[in-house]
């Protein structure tokens, strides 16, 4: 490929173009000889060749040019040429390639962040054809479109649908897994044998779930995924075949999902976003079919090819009123309630509402890059005005307009070259950190890499803020038609300094500072809410001193109701035997702890009877000493006692804001009764316990439910009772989160069962800190953000009044012989620079007034154009830019008269 | 020597290269140069000034091969060879010159 060989050869140059000269002496040399056997002496033969041969400097021009790409070589050059004057000034080049580098470096980091987020499609074939088959349903006046599919309905479903490929159900779950070392508590996920199918990604050893494995009665499978059979097997390929023992039942391992692969978990909606560990298959009992199944599992389909969203929407709807005739659901209630098809796409679900904190963060990281990109121009123009000699005399010697903007504009993208490549070391970097710290709410986190996308867009981000900032200087000196003046080669012997000259640098500072205020006012609001969410009180007490951790005990392990009961109340009295616990409780869900968080309909007595479902009200369910271990106050009534438990009394305890919006008084509700549903067993109340956030912090408390722990009577006649079996328990204690601490609890636990596995070994305190992880994680990146625009401004501020000072040396120096005051200069410098700052501060604040609005949706506590912040914003950068223009004021005042004069 | 230099057009130059390293296989700028000349019997000198552009840019085009070498004498060049595209560009070449002549002499035959 010819053209390959001339793109070579622009970067050999020196090479070709010895080579031809090779060839042309070599002709040169055989003429001379050809004339000198003729007779002609060897010095006047050469002589004669050489004239007979022409132009030897333009035949290797042209045969150069021939042998090369013109422009490209040219380009080349200029680069090389760049190089050499930024390696003669490696200050200015060292400061304009890390500011460039901090500013592409930021942008690419949050871009790559964005990028695995919400531009890179699922890992999964063709993940636009996967959906969620969610529910939408009316419960008094509040819509939700996550309500889930139960057993029957998916054998209504998988029978009737005409518009899925594949479909099946999933839910992630727990489970012990025991045999080996201490017994560990996994994460699951129990599927359906269509789920892995409807996902496309085939297993890297063994195989999928068959319809067999979902069959009752058959041998029990399980899959592995890639993460723990690494973890818990060496990733030993033996293992297929063998038996696993979980939740106390063997299981055969028929495979091993691939390292890539991930489940679709949603990522804000309070599920945990974590992979999980192991996928055992659902299996439906004969006598769990029944008609008022729960629902609790989620479905997910892959539609037929050419098939819409809408069409299966439809085909939903139309296959509702079959699941109602088949399994004989009451069509009453569910019409009451507007139930109906709500499908989304599974791209939807996992990424949650991360979106827009994401996009915002972008544009505070443009900003940032904008910032950045004013400052090298400034030092840009600096240096061009430093050269404007040599520019001229490039002029005079015959250099276009043309010529001189690609020399400014080659220097302009080396830069912005450079700090590309520094930018992407940077945001590798950062990223790094971001996985290692893991912010709980991002989802696909462990996705986020730098790729092929995140690549181009830096180098794209590289040229375009090169040719950005390039321009200005090029503009100034290079446009079509402009002459240049020459000067006395000393330099101007101007007094003063042409305002045009000034007044583009103070433009470029205005802009910097100014959007400096903008992120500084962001910052200052996230600041704020951060202290008001701080400040609130959660309605707990010291959580940093509550230890908690999740036991499960299992249906297999023991399967007798009553025995849980009282293993659970021997683990609690064994715990509160140790020394330095002061209180110990469980529940099936502490305050904030909102991945196992449940609402039930309760109906209330005294309440005005409505149309549909009761109201949703969050439950739990608790031990007797729940409220005092956790230092939640009893404002009416008593607590649970184990007699209540053991003796499977009908009674409950309200939170204050339940109680207070049914019977007014939370007095009043003691000795009133309510039920699940409208026709389960009445429950007396006979305690209120003070409100607690147990959404976080920035939602009003909910009304909550705390039914007693221990079994719970069956909601209709014959129905099956409940026994929460999953609970997390709270102890009280001076040593909360020590390991000596842990490893006591853990012994006095497994005193009674030596089976049961301990998970989610936490304090209180960590709990509450992950619920203002959103709030915290856009405060920090704000802050950063904040902090590295101050110092870029700052950067800029101090280049101006410096560049200033330089120029009005001359003079300073003069004004200085004549009597002027030091002090008078100084001030004259300071008071320039709290111009340029007080203009900028003004444009700030207007723009962060549009601005600051987008973030409304993040704040707490505080409105979007809060005075105090934007009156704290301006006096810090005021005082920041002051203290930036002291060293090059102070220099100012320092001159010496006579060594400036004497100058020249 | 002394005689009247002749101007080639560049395009006749093209056609006299291929046309000479097509009789000789490798030859070197200064050879074809002189094959030209003593061949033509002197009515035609190659013009050193464009020869070498010439053969680069017949170089790029993939009509000819160059390769260095040494000479008779023991010095170093770069010789030029014909490729099978050169082959048939000389073809081409021919018969566009072949027409040219013909269109010339009807014309310069009219009376």
Same mark, same amino acid.
């Given at each position: 490929?010819?053209?390959?060989?001339?793109?070579?050869?622009?970067?050999?140059?020196?090479?070709?173009?010895?080579?031809?000269?090779?060839?042309?002496?070599?002709?040169?040399?055989?003429?001379?000889?050809?004339?000198?056997?003729?007779?002609? #002496?060897?010095?006047?033969?050469?002589?004669?060749?050489?004239?007979?041969?022409?132009?030897?400097?333009?035949?290797?021009?042209?045969?150069?040019?021939?042998?090369?790409?013109?422009?490209?070589?040219?380009?080349?050059?200029?680069?090389?040429?760049?190089?050499?004057?930024?390696?003669?000034?490696?200050?200015?080049?060292?400061?304009?390639?890390?500011?460039?580098?901090?500013?592409?470096?930021?942008?690419?980091?949050?871009?790559?962040?964005?990028?695995?987020?919400?531009?890179?499609?699922?890992?999964?074939?063709?993940?636009?054809?996967?959906?969620?088959?969610?529910?939408?349903?009316?419960?008094?006046?509040?819509?939700?479109?996550?309500?889930?599919?139960?057993? !029957?309905?998916? =054998?209504?479903?998988?029978?009737?649908?005409?518009?899925?490929?594949?479909?099946?159900?999933?839910?992630?779950?727990?489970?012990?897994?025991?045999?080996?070392?201490?017994?560990?508590?996994?994460?699951?996920?129990?599927?359906?044998?269509?789920?892995?199918?409807?996902?496309?990604? !085939?297993?890297?050893?063994?195989?999928?779930?068959?319809?067999?494995?979902?069959?009752?009665?058959?041998?029990?499978?399980?899959?592995?995924?890639?993460?723990?059979?690494?973890?818990?097997?060496?990733?030993? $390929? +033996?293992?297929?075949?063998?038996?696993?023992?979980?939740?106390?039942?063997?299981?055969?391992?028929?495979?091993?999902?691939?390292?890539?692969?991930?489940?679709?978990?949603?990522?804000?909606?309070?599920?945990?976003?974590?992979? *999980?560990?192991?996928?055992?298959?659902?299996?439906?009992? #004969?006598?769990?079919?029944?008609?008022?199944?729960?629902?609790?599992?989620? +479905?997910?389909?892959?539609?037929?090819?050419?098939?819409?969203?809408?069409?299966?929407?439809?085909?939903?709807?139309?296959?509702?009123?079959?699941?109602?005739?088949?399994?004989?659901?009451?069509?009453?209630?569910?019409?009451?309630?507007?139930?109906?098809?709500?499908?989304?796409?599974?791209?939807?679900?996992?990424?949650?509402?991360?979106?827009?904190?994401?996009?915002?963060?972008?544009?505070?990281?443009?900003?940032?890059?904008?910032?950045?990109? *004013?400052?090298?121009?400034?030092?840009?123009?600096?240096?061009?005005?430093?050269?404007?000699?040599?520019?001229?005399?490039?002029?005079?010697?015959?250099?276009?307009?043309?010529?001189?903007?690609?020399?400014?504009?080659?220097?302009?993208?080396?830069?912005?070259?450079?700090? +590309?490549?520094?930018?992407?070391?940077?945001?590798?970097?950062?990223?790094?950190?971001?996985?290692?710290?893991?912010?709980?709410?991002?989802?696909?986190?462990?996705?986020?890499?730098?790729?092929?996308?995140?690549?181009?867009?830096?180098?794209?981000?590289?040229?375009?803020?090169?040719?950005?900032?390039?321009?200005?200087?090029? %503009?100034?000196?290079?446009?079509?038609?402009?002459?240049?003046?020459?000067?006395?080669?000393?330099?101007?012997?101007?007094?003063?300094?042409?305002?045009?000259?000034?007044?583009?640098?103070?433009?470029?500072?205005?802009?910097?500072?100014?959007?400096?205020?903008?992120?500084?006012?962001?910052?200052?609001?996230?600041?704020?809410?951060?202290?008001?969410?701080?400040?609130?009180?959660?309605?707990?007490?010291?959580?940093?001193?509550?230890?908690?951790?999740? %036991?499960?005990?299992?249906?297999?392990?023991?399967?007798?109701?009553?025995?849980?009961?009282?293993?659970?109340?021997?683990?609690?009295?064994?715990?509160?035997?140790?020394?330095?616990?002061?209180?110990?409780?469980?529940?099936?869900? =502490?305050?904030?702890?909102?991945?196992?968080?449940?609402?039930?309909?309760?109906?209330?007595?005294?309440?005005?009877?409505?149309?549909?479902? #009761?109201?949703?009200?969050?439950?739990?369910?608790?031990?007797?000493?729940?409220?005092?271990?956790?230092?939640?106050?009893?404002?009416?009534?008593?607590?649970?006692?184990?007699?209540?438990?053991?003796?499977?009394?009908?009674?409950?305890?309200?939170?204050?804001?339940?109680?207070?919006?049914?019977?007014?008084?939370?007095?009043?509700?003691?000795?009133?009764?309510?039920?699940?549903?409208?026709?389960?067993?009445?429950?007396?109340?006979?305690?209120?316990?003070?409100?607690?956030?147990?959404?976080?912090?920035?939602?009003?408390?909910?009304?909550?439910?705390?039914?007693?722990?221990?079994?719970?009577?069956?909601?209709?006649?014959?129905?099956?009772?409940?026994?929460?079996?999953?609970?997390?328990?709270?102890?009280?204690?001076?040593?909360?989160?020590?390991?000596?601490?842990?490893?006591?609890?853990?012994?006095?636990?497994?005193?009674?069962?030596?089976?049961?596995?301990?998970?989610?070994?936490?304090?209180?305190?960590?709990?509450?800190?992950?619920?203002?992880?959103?709030?915290?994680?856009?405060?920090?990146?704000?802050?950063?953000?904040?902090?590295?625009?101050? !110092?870029?401004?700052?950067?800029?501020?101090?280049?101006?009044?410096?560049?200033?000072?330089?120029?009005?040396?001359?003079?300073?120096?003069?004004?200085?012989?004549?009597?002027?005051?030091?002090?008078?200069?100084?001030?004259?410098?300071?008071?320039?620079?709290?111009?340029?700052?007080?203009?900028?501060?003004?444009?700030?604040?207007?723009?962060?007034?549009?601005?600051?609005?987008? =973030?409304?949706? =993040?704040?707490?506590?505080?409105?979007?154009?809060?005075?105090?912040?934007?009156?704290?914003?301006?006096?810090?950068?005021?005082?920041?830019?002051?203290?930036?223009?002291?060293?090059?004021?102070?220099?100012? $005042?320092?001159?010496?008269?006579?060594?400036?004069?004497?100058?020249? | 020597?002394?005689?009247?230099?002749?101007?080639?057009?560049?395009?006749?130059?093209?056609?006299?290269?291929?046309?000479?390293?097509?009789?000789?296989?490798?030859?070197?700028?200064?050879?074809?140069?002189?094959?030209?000349?003593?061949?033509? +019997?002197?009515?035609?000198?190659?013009?050193?000034?464009?020869?070498?552009?010439?053969?680069?840019?017949?170089?790029?085009?993939?009509?000819?091969?160059?390769?260095?070498?040494?000479?008779?004498?023991?010095?170093?060049?770069?010789?030029?060879?014909?490729?099978?595209?050169?082959?048939?560009?000389?073809?081409?070449?021919?018969?566009?010159?072949?027409?040219?002549?013909?269109?010339?002499?009807?014309?310069?035959?009219?009376?």
């Amino acid at each position: 490929m010819p053209w390959l060989r001339r793109l070579v050869n622009v970067f050999r140059s020196r090479r070709v173009d010895r080579d031809i000269q090779r060839e042309v002496d070599f002709h040169i040399n055989e003429r001379a000889d050809q004339l000198h056997t003729e007779g002609m #002496p060897l010095a006047q033969a050469r002589e004669t060749a050489r004239r007979h041969f022409g132009n030897t400097l333009r035949i290797r021009e042209d045969s150069r040019r021939i042998n090369s790409i013109g422009w490209l070589e040219l380009l080349f050059q200029e680069f090389r040429f760049a190089m050499r004057v930024f390696r003669k000034s490696p200050a200015f080049a060292a400061t304009a390639v890390l500011t460039l580098g901090l500013g592409i470096g930021a942008t690419a980091a949050v871009f790559s962040v964005v990028d695995a987020v919400l531009i890179r499609p699922l890992p999964y074939p063709d993940p636009d054809r996967l959906i969620g088959i969610w529910h939408s349903a009316q419960f008094q006046a509040v819509t939700s479109r996550n309500v889930r599919l139960s057993s !029957t309905m998916y =054998l209504t479903y998988r029978e009737h649908n005409r518009t899925f490929a594949e479909f099946g159900l999933w839910r992630p779950g727990a489970a012990t897994v025991t045999g080996a070392g201490d017994p560990e508590q996994v994460r699951t996920i129990v599927v359906t044998h269509e789920t892995l199918p409807a996902l496309g990604v !085939t297993p890297a050893i063994g195989r999928w779930f068959s319809a067999a494995d979902d069959r009752y009665g058959t041998n029990e499978t399980v899959m592995l995924t890639d993460g723990y059979w690494r973890r818990r097997f060496g990733g030993d $390929a +033996g293992i297929i075949g063998r038996a696993v023992t979980i939740d106390a039942r063997p299981r055969e391992v028929i495979g091993i999902m691939p390292r890539t692969f991930r489940f679709p978990i949603a990522g804000l909606a309070g599920v945990l976003n974590a992979d *999980a560990d192991v996928i055992l298959p659902q299996r439906f009992e #004969p006598a769990q079919l029944l008609p008022n199944d729960v629902h609790t599992y989620i +479905g997910i389909a892959r539609l037929k090819p050419g098939v819409s969203l809408e069409q299966a929407t439809v085909d939903v709807a139309r296959m509702l009123p079959l699941w109602i005739a088949e399994r004989g659901t009451s069509s009453a209630v569910l019409t009451a309630a507007r139930f109906g098809p709500a499908l989304r796409r599974v791209k939807e679900d996992v990424v949650g509402d991360v979106g827009s904190v994401l996009w915002v963060l972008m544009g505070t990281i443009g900003l940032v890059l904008l910032i950045a990109c *004013a400052n090298v121009a400034n030092l840009l123009l600096v240096r061009a005005e430093g050269r404007r000699q040599e520019l001229t005399v490039r002029a005079a010697l015959g250099a276009g307009w043309r010529h001189i903007a690609r020399h400014l504009l080659a220097e302009s993208v080396v830069l912005g070259v450079a700090g +590309g490549a520094l930018g992407l070391g940077l945001a590798y970097a950062g990223l790094q950190l971001l996985i290692a710290i893991g912010p709980v709410n991002v989802p696909r986190l462990s996705e986020i890499s730098i790729d092929g996308r995140v690549l181009a867009f830096t180098l794209g981000m590289s040229v375009a803020s090169a040719v950005l900032f390039g321009l200005i200087p090029a %503009l100034k000196f290079a446009r079509p038609g402009r002459n240049m003046a020459l000067g006395t080669v000393s330099g101007s012997r101007n007094i003063g300094d042409s305002p045009t000259r000034q007044r583009t640098q103070h433009a470029l500072v205005i802009v910097q500072v100014g959007l400096a205020v903008v992120l500084l006012v962001a910052s200052g609001l996230m600041i704020r809410t951060f202290l008001a969410l701080r400040n609130v009180e959660p309605g707990f007490a010291v959580p940093s001193q509550v230890q908690t951790m999740r %036991l499960s005990i299992s249906q297999p392990e023991v399967p007798d109701p009553e025995r849980v009961v009282r293993m659970q109340q021997d683990i609690l009295n064994g715990l509160a035997g140790l020394p330095s616990v002061a209180a110990v409780s469980f529940a099936t869900a =502490l305050p904030m702890e909102s991945e196992f968080e449940t609402s039930m309909a309760v109906t209330a007595e005294g309440e005005p009877v409505t149309q549909g479902i #009761p109201p949703m009200r969050r439950s739990k369910n608790v031990a007797p000493g729940f409220f005092a271990t956790l230092g939640i106050r009893l404002i009416a009534g008593r607590d649970f006692t184990w007699t209540d438990v053991v003796d499977r009394r009908p009674v409950v305890i309200l939170s204050a804001s339940m109680a207070r919006d049914v019977w007014g008084d939370p007095a009043a509700a003691i000795g009133k009764r309510v039920r699940v549903g409208r026709g389960g067993p009445w429950n007396e109340v006979i305690g209120v316990a003070g409100d607690i956030h147990d959404s976080g912090v920035d939602q009003a408390p909910p009304a909550i439910v705390y039914w007693r722990a221990g079994i719970q009577g069956a909601l209709s006649a014959n129905g099956p009772t409940f026994t929460p079996r999953d609970v997390t328990f709270a102890i009280r204690s001076s040593r909360t989160g020590t390991e000596a601490f842990i490893r006591q609890l853990a012994q006095a636990i497994w005193a009674t069962n030596p089976n049961l596995p301990l998970a989610r070994v936490q304090t209180m305190g960590e709990i509450y800190d992950r619920s203002m992880a959103r709030a915290s994680f856009a405060l920090v990146m704000l802050a950063i953000a904040g902090v590295m625009a101050l !110092t870029l401004g700052m950067v800029g501020v101090y280049g101006v009044i410096s560049y200033a000072v330089s120029r009005r040396r001359r003079e300073i120096g003069v004004r200085l012989a004549l009597g002027a005051a030091r002090t008078g200069i100084l001030r004259q410098f300071l008071r320039q620079s709290i111009r340029v700052s007080a203009v900028a501060c003004l444009c700030g604040v207007v723009l962060s007034l549009a601005v600051t609005r987008v =973030l409304s949706g =993040l704040l707490y506590g505080v409105s979007p154009v809060d005075t105090t912040t934007m009156a704290g914003v301006v006096v810090v950068v005021l005082l920041v830019a002051t203290l930036a223009a002291m060293i090059p004021a102070t220099r100012a $005042a320092l001159i010496q008269p006579m060594r400036t004069l004497r100058e020249e | 020597m002394a005689a009247a230099k002749n101007d080639i057009l560049q395009g006749t130059l093209t056609l006299l290269v291929l046309k000479t390293l097509a009789s000789n296989k490798r030859m070197h700028g200064y050879a074809i140069t002189t094959h030209v000349q003593i061949v033509s +019997g002197d009515l035609l000198r190659v013009e050193e000034g464009s020869l070498y552009p010439a053969l680069h840019r017949m170089e790029q085009h993939g009509w000819l091969r160059a390769e260095w070498g040494v000479t008779e004498k023991n010095r170093e060049a770069r010789f030029y060879s014909l490729t099978a595209k050169g082959r048939k560009q000389l073809v081409d070449e021919e018969d566009s010159w072949a027409r040219f002549t013909e269109g010339v002499g009807r014309v310069l035959r009219y009376v």
